[in-house]
């Protein structure tokens, strides 16, 4: 394969949409993520509220401790929207600071999400609901837990000053994805923690 | 660079066994600093080397290779197409950005699949041919049976309609490529690894649940179960990224003036499918992570000691897969309506009807799924609603039947092979139909549930149907692929073959299954004797028809008569292109400028390619 063979490609101009193709691939993505979501939730509304199924034995759900730390992931969301607008004052380091701020506070809610792991009094194999709640709960932490690891590449492309007011795909990406992950742990946070009924005390 | 560096097969072998094991070690350790016992069980360690092992096999063949840079900050070229197009025949084995190279990866990759869960078939139909034991255990017809199932669907038709999709669509959209090329490459890459995963679970006492993997059933079954539903995972996240690939590629690719109106109907079909594989797909991984779950980590979603429900999984299960049934289906339905319309010469009737049934068909799927359970012991009361709105959905595939024999009348039909199984298909895939409305009926459904009627129901809508549609596509678009004419005599032959064969083998199963024989069972009642050596037959010369196709292909693409452009005066792009089409497509943009079916009109076109600018087509280093 020569050179000249591999850079051969014509500029083919496609239809005019206006669309920002990555962008509405990522939202086409996440719609097939909240749809993974929406298969456990189917779980836990059928063995919640048509099964009537409890939560195993002695527990502890925290929700008030949980409603703090939901509070700081709906600051993180904002935070990394500071981001993009400092992006767009050309601010590179209010762009790594937002970023930093964004990841420092997913980090704290990460923590303190394995922290109610350890004194919730129950496990993944203590019954059905045990295993649907650490479910729910583990599979929004994974997605934090990439969130950070994108958060992360995002500063280290900040640092070498990669994005501009006119291209930042990438980084507007990230903070959409940011936004589910957070929109996805508010709807999490009312069916598990809040509604009513759904924390009764123990037997 | 040494090959084993470079980013091919050979670096896919050390890559994936080095994540495997670095992944195996890394969670024993995490157990072990955890102060848990390092390895919990020794088949979850081997689930963790499966997934990593995945992820080592796609870094090896190179899908991340241009992404690279991009994670440790440095900059990339948007225009780099050093992985584009087939030079060589070693390129189809290399991780390619083309999607006419990619195109062929698949429906090559799922044909071979097909003919391995044929071959599946053929071992347990020569089991059944007489009553009694012939040469499979039990345990052995089960596996076999589930195999065929879950290698049919997951791995062959739900796969081999995103090749032809992949090939077609760019070229009837006027577009360069699809929208993620590389995301693209990386969905074909994933379904070798499913297929290795699912063929593997032979080796680990192989599963025998059929392809719908019920728990409780599937909590007994060998290791080789929680293979099957690694497998499926991985088919399903190859199935979604295509999905999200076709829909923004047929959103911002057409060409200037393809408004949507003016877009092929096989791109309509893909549009709605692409939208059912996005929202549905996610749920059998869903069901499939919690069936692993339970297998693997001692979790209870679905064990009832543990205060879990087997109904549960039905419902998420059959959340994804009634609509994979449209998945499996509708891109078909999209090959018929270009196949018969430009054999017939005439425009297809109802153009608009026929789109909005494609929707019509993706909404109403997702209300149907509970038709799989009427037995099961779900909610009573869900029976009858779940009924109704079976019953609905049999009006847009009504609506699709009437425009294809609308089509079809007073047309100048043209029986090349193409459209004798066109035609074929609305016959076989019309008596499916029938059945499926039948089994719509509750009571009805519940008298015969679990007999040979629902396989004679689902293999006359997936063979009758699916796969009728898939030859009559290989054979209308291989002069387009291959840039010479198939055979016909022999395609001819090989339809007759099939069509005949096909009701032969399935027509008799209705009877068998109103007589109440059941399904999934090695050995049956002496009475059924005649009617099964019949079958079994039957299905010998359906699986030897399928070797005068392959025959058939490979011998023209080799030695067939050159094709020319456009051998069936088709009006849609992808006929405006030599055949095969040149690397990149479109030297430069089309523009679409009238109805995708203006046949019989003097003079109509569809598209015209403006003569390119020499300037344009010499510039080097764009």
């Keep these: 394969m020569s050179a000249a063979v591999e850079h051969n490609a014509p500029e083919v101009q496609p239809y005019r949409t206006g669309l920002n ?22 779980y836990y509304g059928h063995m919640r509220f048509i099964g009537k199924v409890d939560y195993p034995g002695a527990f502890h759900i925290p929700a008030n401790e949980t409603s703090i730390n939901t509070l700081i992931l709906v600051l993180s969301s904002f935070t990394a929207e500071f981001a993009l607008l400092a992006l767009l004052k050309r601010h590179n380091a209010g762009v790594f600071f937002s970023l930093l701020a964004t990841f420092i506070l997913g980090s704290i809610f990460l923590g303190l999400q394995v922290h109610e792991y350890m004194i919730l009094g129950f496990t993944p194999q203590d019954t059905a609901v045990g295993s649907i709640f650490f479910s729910l709960t583990g599979l929004h932490g994974l997605h934090v837990f990439v969130g950070l690891v994108l958060l992360l590449l995002a500063m280290i492309r900040t ?16 903070s959409v994805y940011w936004h589910f992950v957070d929109i996805v742990w508010v709807i999490l946070f009312t069916v598990v923690y809040c509604l009513p009924g759904t924390v009764t005390a123990p037997a | 660079m040494t090959t084993a560096l470079k980013p091919n097969l050979a670096r896919c072998i050390w890559t994936s066994a080095l994540f495997a094991v670095l992944a195996m070690l890394v969670a024993a350790a995490v157990r072990q600093i955890l102060g848990m016992d390092p390895v919990v069980q020794w088949s979850t360690l081997v689930v963790v080397a499966y997934i990593f092992g995945a992820v080592g096999f796609i870094v090896g063949i190179g899908g991340f290779d241009y992404w690279w840079p991009w994670i440790i900050g440095k900059d990339i070229d948007p225009h780099d197409h050093s992985q584009h197009g087939a030079y060589s025949w070693r390129d189809y084995f290399k991780f390619n950005t083309d999607h006419k190279v990619i195109g062929i ?75 993620f090329p590389r995301v693209n490459a990386v969905s074909f890459w994933l ?11 032979f080796a680990f006492g192989s599963f025998d649940t059929g392809w719908t993997g019920y728990p409780t059933l599937s909590e007994q079954s060998p290791f080789g179960g929680t293979l099957f539903q690694i497998g499926v995972i991985i088919a399903g996240s190859s199935s979604i990224a295509t999905a999200v690939n076709f829909l923004v590629t047929i959103v911002t690719m ?52 543990g205060g879990g429900s087997a109904i549960a999984y039905q419902h998420i299960f059959w959340f994804y897969s009634h609509p994979a049934v449209y998945i499996m289906v509708l891109p078909g339905f999209g090959i018929i309506s270009e196949v018969i319309a430009t054999h017939s010469r005439k425009p297809v009737f109802g153009y608009r009807a026929v789109a909005f ?33 079976t019953l609905l ?5 009504g ?210 390619i403006p003569e390119p600018e020499p300037a344009e087509t010499e510039k080097v280093g764009a």
């Design chain 1, 159 to 174: 640092c070498t000053h990669k994005w501009t007011p006119e291209k930042h795909t990438g980084l507007l990406g990230i």
């Design chain 2, 399 to 608: 609506i699709k039947i009437f425009s294809w024999l609308g089509t079809v009348w007073d047309g100048v039909v043209r029986l090349t092979t193409a459209n004798l199984f066109a035609l074929g298909f609305i016959i076989a895939f019309t008596i499916g139909g029938l059945s499926g409305v039948m089994l719509a009926v509750v009571p009805f459904d519940v008298s015969i549930t679990n007999s040979y009627f629902i396989v004679a129901h689902f293999h006359y809508v997936l063979f009758g149907g699916s796969i009728l549609t898939i030859f009559a596509g290989f054979y209308h678009w291989f002069p387009k692929v291959t840039g010479r004419m198939y055979n016909e005599r022999l395609g001819r032959l090989h339809f007759w073959i099939v069509f005949i064969a096909l009701n032969v083998t399935f027509f008799p199963m209705h009877y068998q299954g109103l007589m109440g024989m059941p399904r999934r069972v090695a050995d049956y009642a002496p009475e059924f004797g005649w009617s099964n050596t019949l079958i079994s037959v039957a299905s010998f010369a359906l699986g030897a028809s399928t070797l005068i196709f392959v025959y058939n292909m490979i011998h023209s693409a080799r030695h067939g008569k050159p094709a020319g452009a456009n051998p069936w005066g088709g009006l849609t792009l992808e006929w405006l292109l030599s055949s095969p089409p040149p690397v990149f497509n479109f030297p430069v943009t089309p523009r679409v400028i009238g109805g995708p079916y203006r046949f019989g009109e003097e003079g109509a076109r569809h598209a015209i």
């Design chain 2, 357 to 389: 049934s494609s929707a019509g068909i993706a909404v109403l799927g997702f209300s149907v799924w509970a038709h799989h359970m009427f037995a099961s012991g779900m909610a009573s009361w869900l029976r009858v609603p779940i009924m109704i709105s």
């Design chain 1, 21 to 42: 193709p990555n962008l509405m691939g990522l939202i086409i993505f996440l719609v097939s993520e909240l749809a993974l979501f929406g298969a456990f939730f189917m």
């Design chain 2, 254 to 305: 057409r060409a200037p003036g393809m408004t949507l109106f003016r877009m092929p109907l096989l791109v309509w079909a893909n549009l709605a499918t692409s939208a059912l594989v996005v929202a549905a797909t996610p749920f059998v991984a869903g069901a499939m992570f919690m069936a692993m779950f339970d297998r693997e980590m001692g979790t209870n979603f679905f064990t009832i000691a």
């Design chain 2, 191 to 201: 379904l070798p690894i499913a297929s290795f995963t699912l063929l593997s679970s």
């Design chain 2, 393 to 397: 959905i049999a009006i847009p595939t």
């Design chain 2, 105 to 179: 990866q698949y429906i090559v990759f799922t044909f071979i699949m097909f003919l391995i869960g044929g071959m599946f078939a053929m071992i347990f139909r020569a089991e059944l041919a007489n009553p009694g034991y012939q040469v499979l255990s039990d345990e052995q017809y089960n596996a076999l049976i589930s195999q065929h199932g879950v290698i049919m669907i997951f791995v062959f038709l739900v796969p081999v309609f995103a090749g032809i999709g992949n090939y077609v669509i760019p070229l009837m959209l006027g577009a360069p490529d699809m929208a």
